[in-house]
T-cell receptor, first 114, second 113 residues
Framework: AQSVTQLGSHVSVSEGALVLLRCNYSSSVPPYLFWYVQYPNQGLQLLLKYTSAATLVKGINGFEAEFKKSETSFHLTKPSAHMSDAAEYFCAVTLSTGRRALTFGSGTRLQVQP | DTGVSQDPRHKITKRGQNVTFRCDPISEHNRLYWYRQTLGQGPEFLTYFQNEAQLEKSRLLSDRFSAERPKGSFSTLEIQRTEQGDSAMYLC???????????FGSGTRLTVV
């Protein structure tokens, strides 16, 4: 079985500040990891994914995440926050075999203060 | 590529009524997933199809829930005898076998009153 834990249900940063959203995973086999963003009353949009190639993954809108096996982490970062980054962010995991349905964390709401 | 389309966007129903939601995936996508998302939580897997075959159902999918994908294209999710606990956002996602990262629709928000 696999799971993800997102530390911090709410994160608030100032515009221009570093964004760091934390995600730790648990998996019995090599995982594939994802970050999705959700704006109010919308579906989820894929930001980036780790598929066992490079451990530093770059995504859309200036976000990136680093896979650290020793720490079982996949934290999401962005050097400089924009107001438009305010949204809910979900970390998700799936296994390298099987049905590939995603197991999501409970989400982190990012607020960006002017 | 018009994305994953879900209909309706919002549904308000009285407890005990039946409701049906529709999902139209991206046309060449052969995998289709249904998820349920309650307020303040991440989506939870309900069921998935590969082409027209329903390959797995979560234990969250009680016998009041049924899903179909009759021709391997669009899918429907029906909830019979709705309960207040069914109030949630129902999300559909699709992908191609071998592709990682699903494309999500905007969801159907169900409110049971």
């Amino acid at each position: 079985a696999q799971s993800v834990t997102q530390l911090g249900s709410h994160v608030s940063v100032s515009e221009g500040a570093l964004v760091l959203l934390r995600c730790n995973y648990s998996s019995s086999v090599p995982p594939y990891l994802f970050w999705y963003v959700q704006y109010p009353n919308q579906g989820l949009q894929l930001l980036l994914k780790y598929t066992s190639a490079a451990t530093l993954v770059k995504g859309i809108n200036g976000f990136e995440a680093e896979f650290k096996k020793s720490e079982t982490s996949f934290h999401l970062t962005k050097p400089s926050a924009h107001m438009s980054d305010a949204a809910e962010y979900f970390c998700a995991v799936t296994l390298s075999t099987g049905r590939r349905a995603l197991t999501f964390g409970s989400g982190t709401r990012l607020q960006v203060q002017p | 590529d018009t994305g994953v389309s879900q209909d309706p966007r919002h549904k308000i129903t009285k407890r005990g009524q039946n409701v049906t939601f529709r999902c139209d995936p991206i046309s060449e996508h052969n995998r289709l997933y249904w998820y349920r998302q309650t307020l303040g939580q991440g989506p939870e897997f309900l069921t998935y199809f590969q082409n027209e075959a329903q390959l797995e159902k979560s234990r969250l999918l009680s016998d009041r829930f049924s899903a179909e994908r009759p021709k391997g294209s669009f899918s429907t999710l029906e909830i019979q005898r709705t309960e207040q606990g069914d109030s949630a956002m129902y999300l559909c996602a699709s992908s191609i076998v071998g592709q990682l990262g699903d494309t999500f629709g905007s969801g159907t928000r169900l409110t049971v009153v």
